[in-house]
């Protein structure tokens, strides 16, 4: 019963504070509850375990086939404590707001829910439904409490979404059709089953997984679907853009890795080339665009969508290997990013722009934001010591496995060097942003800028604390994700 | 134990509204809208009885053109719950009513008001039950000579008059085109029960081509009255210039009879693949214009015709797949959002106005109504875990099923042009000041009301069952 009081329990407080509980402390009290939740679950989860653990089921439809039902194994494990961590951290990064604290509130947590939601669902029809709840909420906060173009960027991403979304129930739709009748079901489970038996057809598959790779290559801003993402980051308020560039843009990195990969192997194979192609697209092309950006959100939004790309190279690697480190990296990209959004917020907040060229300097009087800022750069360009680097390694080598042979090279091997230079890449905009923002000299209006908060070590602790152990003892984490992944690999 | 069969239901709609014309006319000094509580309880009391229906039984006589089948006890009651939250609507409504008709008393004319849905609630429940041309058409007279009245109802706003004209012209007009439909079907086949017509088609010896002209006479007939293009001229303006309430009554029951009527018709002309193509190119037609002509509306009223118009697509879809079960699934989501949002729009627009900028501001003059809307609004775009969502649910998987590619690939486009303009409504809610601080009045009634049908929509996006039993 621990899951759905970890999916609920956000959904409720949200519900709650609609309806008056104070806001602020009910929101970080319910994340705190789930983070708590989440890490008992971590802790009580068996890792050797084959299969879904901790499963409750309710039956909703008959004739569809249909039943709420959760479950976890070590792949939504981990997500479930990035949405945790990542909830908690946004929440105690909210500061004061001044119009509609209480819907504020609410719109965080209810996208918190979503994300639990849709990560703990082991039924097609809920995984969906949970991450749509999050769009109304990210229209909302955007479109309110968000700064600069921010009506823009509402509409962009809830438009960009929501036809996403749409093209990806589509595929599922297709996916569950495809299954001869007696065995047709929503339940991830019965499905592996059904596809480890070979009912879906190889030509099926392939139409499929398209339609899959481009219902969630749009959710998690494949290039060329990337351009909401940017601007939506942008303009959100820091929490909004902490939840969403950090949890729930991985919903679809999280899809194909449930969904599209173990269901339909001969599909992703068939495509593998496309997306090899479109995953450069992001390394190269967004790291380029990244570096010639002017501000610093933008910069930091570019910076996700190009770092998709090496988890997108992890999933269509097609080894053991690159699979564990996608989700290394999904998680490390979630914690890194979510921390560089919530210090570009306090930036923000103190000086009132984000403009590369207006800052500088700021390291001398906000120090502990400098240092906290320096190491989750590091992470993300993937320092080694960081999850990051743990999840690059690995995505890289598995990649440059995938039919390798001694002095040749083939697609993957290109590919894989193509992607080593966005290392470098990462590295030029991260550091140059570094330096535009707290070295240099100080223009003399941000002499009266105040350093972060103590309060915020806090959260701040923990993301940095989660990375680095992560970062040190990878094992730990592969341990809990690769039997999801092993079975993907098992031989025929 | 006393039993009583499907045809008592209509009767005690008709003696229900027979009874409250005449309490008007004799009864000058009550308050008019005790007649609008008295309505709403008698429907009520005949929507419970629905529920205790002796099971049919009977051949020949009055069983050769009225059926009592799970779909038209379903559509009965889906007539009465409309009537019913209409009457809600009209109550709210009456102040208007009151300035723009003229008469003796404060209330004149009401009584009319509150009367003339109840005849119309009964010709819609004939009309789910008709198995035969000569039912159908009776039954649609009888809905659409009371909306004639209806929609011109508040006569000296020259915008309803205007409505009235068009409704009056263009309706009779498709009265035409039904009736010929319908002799030529009868001629062809010489009868004009539907399970008999579809026996004779089956006959090879019976010329399909003059029965195919009739069909598509009878088709553009029907395509009045789910407002599908190329025959949805009439709505933007009929809808924008209509009481509110009617409107809501117009886009709702009229369309739903279309629908159940379109079912009914449409199965011994399905075999011709003529028809079926034709149909797909109505349902592409319907979705795009719709959804496009919806995007730079700035009036509520006509934004929703439009949306009338491109929800009437996703149903022509489901029908398209042969998926009755998904299109009565639709109508029951659409009946629940559409009424919700209309009877939001009643009370804010007698406070400011009908356009989406009166709704600036919406959600600090009253968090209640501004709730109520987004909840509509979400659900006519299509969010997961409303009915709304799980309606277009049901008829993509129809659609998919009978690999209806064209139609599913532009309805999912369409769906994102819905999420534009639905969500232009939120954000005058919620990103807009408002321009008067004033709180916004809510009766109890309407705010019963729509409370309920909020609960509607989300328990019956998440657990659609009870729906489907209904069907079953």
Redesign the interface.
């Known amino acids: 019963m621990i899951l759905p009081f970890i999916v609920f329990c956000p959904i409720v407080a949200a519900l709650a504070i ?1 309806c008056g509980a104070p806001a602020r402390r009910t929101a970080l009290w319910a994340a705190g509850f789930t983070l708590a939740a989440t890490l008992l679950t971590y802790f009580e989860f068996d890792a050797g375990r084959r299969g879904f653990d901790f499963v409750v089921s309710y039956p ?4 569809w086939r249909l039943n709420f039902t959760l479950g976890i194994d070590g792949l939504s494990l981990i997500m479930l404590l990035l949405t945790a961590i990542v909830t908690f951290a946004a929440i105690w990064f909210t500061g004061p707001i001044a119009t ?1 604290e209480h ?1 504020f509130h609410a719109c965080l947590l209810l996208i918190a829910g979503g994300a639990l939601g849709a990560f703990a669902s082991l039924d097609l ?1 809920f995984f ?3 991450h ?2 999050a ?2 909420p990210t ?2 906060l955007i ?2 409490w968000g700064s600069g173009n921010r ?1 823009a960027a509402a ?1 962009k991403i ?2 960009y979404l ?2 996403g979304s ?2 990806l ?2 595929g599922l ?2 996916l ?2 495809s299954v001869p009748e007696a065995a047709r079901s929503f339940d991830i489970r019965a499905l592996q089953k059904a596809a480890a038996l070979g009912m879906i057809p190889a030509d099926a598959q392939s139409s499929i997984f398209l339609v899959l790779l481009i219902g969630f290559g749009i959710l998690v801003s494949l290039f060329p679907f990337h351009t909401w993402a940017p601007e939506a980051y942008a303009s959100a308020p820091a929490p909004a853009a902490m939840l969403h560039a950090g949890v729930l843009k991985k919903f679809g990195l999280y899809g194909l890795l449930r969904v599209a990969l173990p269901l339909l192997p001969q599909g992703a194979q068939q495509w593998t080339t496309l997306l090899l192609v479109l995953l450069l697209g992001n390394i190269i092309y967004i790291g380029l665009v990244t570096i010639a950006q002017k501000r610093l959100d933008w910069m930091l939004g570019y910076s996700s969508v190009m770092h998709m790309g090496y988890i997108f190279l992890g999933i269509a690697s097609g080894t053991l290997l690159g699979t564990n480190g996608a989700a290394v990296l999904i998680f490390a990209h979630g914690i890194s990013i979510a921390l560089l959004f919530g210090l570009a917020g306090e930036i923000r907040q103190r000086t009132g722009t984000l403009l590369l060229s207006d800052l500088g300097g700021l390291g001398k009087i906000m120090p502990r934001a400098g240092f906290v800022f320096g190491l989750a750069a590091f992470a993300s360009i993937g320092l080694p010591g960081f999850a990051n680097f743990a999840g690059e390694v690995m995505v890289l080598f598995g990649a440059f496995r995938n039919g390798a042979e001694p002095y040749r090279f083939h697609i993957f091997q290109v590919a894989t060097v193509l992607a080593l230079w966005g290392v470098v890449i990462s590295a030029v905009y991260m550091l140059r942003a570094y330096r535009q923002v707290f070295m240099g000299t100080m223009p003399e209006r941000w002499s009266g800028v105040t350093d972060l908060r103590r309060s915020l070590h806090v959260p701040i602790g923990l993301l940095i604390a989660v990375t680095l152990w992560f970062g040190f003892f990878p094992q730990s984490f592969v341990r809990i994700v690769s039997p999801t992944f092993r079975t993907y690999f098992a031989p025929k | 134990m006393m039993t009583i069969s499907a045809p008592t239901l209509e009767i005690a709609v008709l003696v229900l509204g027979v009874l409250i014309l005449l309490v008007e006319a004799f009864a000058e000094k009550i308050d008019k809208r005790t007649l609008a509580f008295t309505a709403m309880l008698g429907l009520g009391a005949i929507l419970v009885t629905s529920f205790f229906l002796a099971p049919v039984s009977g051949n020949g006589g009055l069983w050769n053109f009225y059926t009592a089948d799970p779909l038209a006890i379903f559509f009965k009651r889906f007539a009465l719950v409309t009537t019913i939250l209409v009457l809600v609507m009209m109550i709210d409504y009456a102040p208007v009513v009151r300035q723009s008709v003229h008469g003796t008393t404060h209330q004149s004319g009401l009584g009319e008001f509150f009367a003339l849905p109840i005849f119309t609630c009964a010709g819609l429940m004939w009309m789910a039950s008709a198995i035969d041309f000569v039912m159908i058409f009776v039954s649609l007279e009888l809905v659409t000579v009371s909306f004639y009245v209806l929609v011109s109802f508040t006569r000296r706003n020259p915008a309803t008059l205007e409505a009235g004209v068009k409704y009056l012209i263009l309706s009779a007009l498709s009265t035409g085109f039904l009736v010929y439909g319908i002799t030529w079907i009868f001629g062809v086949t010489g009868e004009t029960n539907l399970a008999r017509v579809t026996a004779m088609l089956a006959d090879p010896a019976i010329e399909s081509g003059p029965a195919l002209f009739g069909m598509v006479l009878v088709l553009v007939a029907l395509g009045f009255k789910i407002a599908a293009v190329p025959f949805q001229m009439w709505v933007p303006d009929v809808y924008q210039g209509a009481p509110t309430p009617v409107t809501a009554f117009l886009s709702v029951g009229s369309k739903a009879a279309g629908f159940v009527v379109l079912l009914r018709v449409l199965q011994p002309f399905f075999m011709m693949p003529q028809m079926a193509k034709a149909l797909t190119i109505i349902a592409l037609l319907t979705l795009l214009y719709g959804n496009l002509a919806a995007l730079p509306q700035t009036n509520l009223k006509r934004l929703l015709a439009y949306s009338s118009i491109a929800h009437a697509g996703y149903l022509l879809i489901g029908v398209v797949s042969f998926a009755g079960e998904a299109v009565s699934y639709y109508l029951v989501a659409y009946l629940l959002m559409t009424l919700l949002s209309f009877a939001v729009l009643v009370v804010v627009a007698n406070q400011t106005g009908d356009n989406i900028a009166d709704f600036s501001g919406l959600a600090k003059r009253s968090p209640f109504l501004a709730f109520a809307m987004l909840v509509a609004m979400a659900s006519l775009a299509g969010v997961p875990f409303t009915a709304g969502f799980l309606g277009k649910f049901y008829i993509f998987d129809a659609a998919l099923r009978h690999h209806q590619t064209a139609l599913v690939v532009v309805g999912v486009i369409t769906v994102a042009c819905g999420f534009y303009y639905y969500l232009k409504v939120v954000r005058a809610m919620y990103w807009e000041g408002s321009p008067l601080d004033v709180p916004v009045p809510v009766s109890r009634l309407s705010r019963v009301a729509m409370t309920a049908m909020i609960a509607a929509i989300v328990v019956l996006g998440v657990y659609p069952q009870p729906i489907l039993n209904a069907l079953k």
Do not use: C, D, K, N
Request: no cysteine.
């Open positions: 609609l909703i439809s008959e004739a509609h819907a029809f969906y439904a949970f749509e709840l769009l109304i229209f909302l479109g309110i009506h509409w809830t438009i929501a036809t749409f093209i129930l589509l739709i297709m569950y059709r």
